[in-house]
């Protein structure tokens, strides 16, 4: 198949699966096109049937914002005709799903592609539910040939809000190359995060308000009172400001290290001993399966699609939002044993080799696109 997959190509989880979607398309024979106003931040290198298109912005002083949703679907328009491209997958509804449905008609019913759209949270949850995207963005999900959310909270939270009917949606889950995500991945930076032989707590994400990042310093320094570690909080965003003073003011700003954002994110992960994610909401929690990958045990909310990729009490635990006071005494409770750590550690790893791994997700995306194809010929009378 030939295949255009368009997405934000910023760091985030909805790009970072997109991103992965393609190249493992491409390692079983099919041919690829990201289409986005910039490489995608985990296309790096070359590798055979994978290409990039950036969309084209001019900038006029009429436009106070560049209208980019219409390049974009210029940009799926060209790529689409001058490749014969079957299937159009769009990550994240807006503006994806939108241009998408407009490059469609502009091929006004002939040798158009399929339209499979994937979605993976905020659109759905934050963005689509504003008033000003509501509209459009049912109306961009209900024009799609194909339909997939990343959980079964994802796909319920969309019925309900978007008014699309109950089966559309094929619930696919987010997944990793769990060869890449593993305990022994080398180099292990260990005696770099931890030089003292601290216990290491890290936290992944994009700081946003919904990560709850001060409770992650509230978490660490409750635990820090029992057990010698360290918190390393990795990525960037709006509430890194309050996460630093929050651990300037509970006294433990000399144990918590903020390295930005790292596209090595693996190396990272397989040297820690716990993954906070106190958050708002979860659509999915990608990040929270890297950690369980790597052998990490988790401590989290119990929100949104997270109980869907951690098991309560076997890869880690899961605490209502807002919690920290729990989750610092569940923190200590894995840390303080060797064995729960390690029955907590193996249980997660095989939780994402067998249930979320690229190798049984990726096949189920192949089919999914045959059925997808399959209707549209039918509808078409081929």
């Given at each position: 198949?030939k295949?255009?997959i368009a997405?934000h190509p910023?760091?985030?989880?909805?790009?970072?699966?997109?991103t992965e979607?393609?190249?493992?398309?491409?390692e079983?024979?099919?041919e690829i096109h990201?289409?986005?106003?910039?490489?995608?931040?985990?296309?790096?290198?070359?590798?055979?049937?994978?290409y990039?298109?950036e969309?084209?912005?001019?900038h006029?002083?009429?436009?106070?914002?560049?209208?980019y949703?219409?390049a974009?679907a210029?940009?799926?328009?060209?790529?689409a005709?001058?490749?014969?491209l079957d299937?159009i997958h769009?990550h994240y509804a807006i503006p994806?799903a939108?241009?998408?449905w407009?490059?469609?008609?502009?091929?006004?019913?002939s040798?158009a592609?399929s339209?499979?759209?994937?979605?993976h949270g905020?659109d759905?949850?934050?963005?689509?539910?504003?008033?000003?995207?509501?509209?459009i963005t049912r109306?961009?999900i209900?024009?799609?040939d194909?339909?997939?959310?990343?959980?079964?909270f994802l796909r319920?939270?969309?019925e309900?809000?978007?008014g699309?009917?109950?089966?559309r949606?094929?619930?696919i889950p987010n997944?990793?190359?769990?060869?890449?995500?593993r305990?022994?991945?080398?180099?292990?930076h260990r005696?770099?995060l931890a030089?003292?032989?601290?216990?290491i707590l890290?936290?992944v994400?994009?700081?946003?308000?919904?990560k709850?990042v001060?409770?992650v310093?509230?978490v660490?320094?409750?635990v820090?009172?029992r057990?010698?570690?360290?918190l390393?909080m990795?990525?960037?965003?709006?509430?890194?400001p309050?996460?630093?003073?929050?651990?300037?003011?509970?006294?433990v700003?000399?144990?918590?290290?903020?390295?930005?954002?790292h596209?090595s994110v693996?190396e990272?992960l397989?040297?820690?001993?716990?993954f906070?994610?106190?958050?708002e909401?979860?659509?999915?929690g990608?990040?929270?399966l890297?950690?369980m990958?790597c052998g990490?045990p988790?401590?989290?909310?119990?929100?949104?699609?997270?109980?869907?990729?951690?098991?309560?009490?076997?890869?880690?635990?899961?605490?209502p939002?807002g919690?920290?006071?729990?989750?610092a005494?569940?923190a200590?409770e894995?840390l303080?044993?060797?064995?729960?750590w390690?029955?907590?550690s193996r249980a997660?790893?095989?939780v994402?080799?067998?249930r979320?791994?690229a190798?049984?997700?990726?096949?189920?995306?192949?089919a999914?696109y045959r059925?997808?194809?399959e209707?549209?010929?039918?509808r078409?009378?081929?």
């Open positions: 198949m295949i255009g997405c910023t760091y985030g989880g909805s790009g970072a699966v997109a979607l393609g190249l493992e398309l491409a079983r024979g099919h990201f289409i986005s106003y910039a490489q995608p931040f985990r296309l790096v290198g070359f590798q055979e049937r994978v990039f298109h969309v084209e912005m001019d006029y002083p009429l436009f106070e914002h560049p209208p949703s219409l974009l210029v940009s799926i328009h060209e790529v005709q001058e490749y014969e299937v769009v994806h939108a241009s998408a407009i490059a469609r008609e502009m091929f006004e019913g040798n592609p339209i499979v759209t994937t979605l905020t759905i949850t934050l963005v689509g539910q504003h008033p000003s995207f509501h509209s109306f961009s209900l024009k799609s194909g339909l997939t959310a990343v959980s079964g319920d939270e969309t309900r809000s978007f699309v009917d109950a089966g949606i094929r619930v997944f990793i190359n769990t060869e890449h995500y305990r022994d991945r080398k180099p292990c005696g770099t030089p003292e032989g601290e216990k890290m936290h994400s994009n700081f946003r308000r919904v709850r001060q409770d310093v509230a660490y320094a409750k820090r009172e057990i010698p570690s360290r390393i990795v990525g960037d965003g709006p509430d890194r309050r996460a630093q003073q929050k651990a300037q003011d509970l006294g700003a000399d144990g918590v290290s903020f390295l930005g954002k596209t693996d990272l397989a040297c820690a001993d716990l906070l994610l106190p958050s909401s979860e659509s999915f990608l990040a929270a890297e950690a990958a990490t988790v401590v989290a909310s119990a929100v949104g699609g997270l109980p869907e990729v951690v098991d309560d009490g076997v890869s880690g635990l899961l605490f939002k919690k920290v006071e729990e989750m005494a569940g200590v894995i303080s044993s060797r064995a729960r390690e029955e907590m997660g790893r095989a994402a080799v067998e979320f791994g190798k049984g997700v990726v096949p189920i995306y192949e999914y059925e997808v194809l209707g549209a010929f039918a078409s009378g081929s």
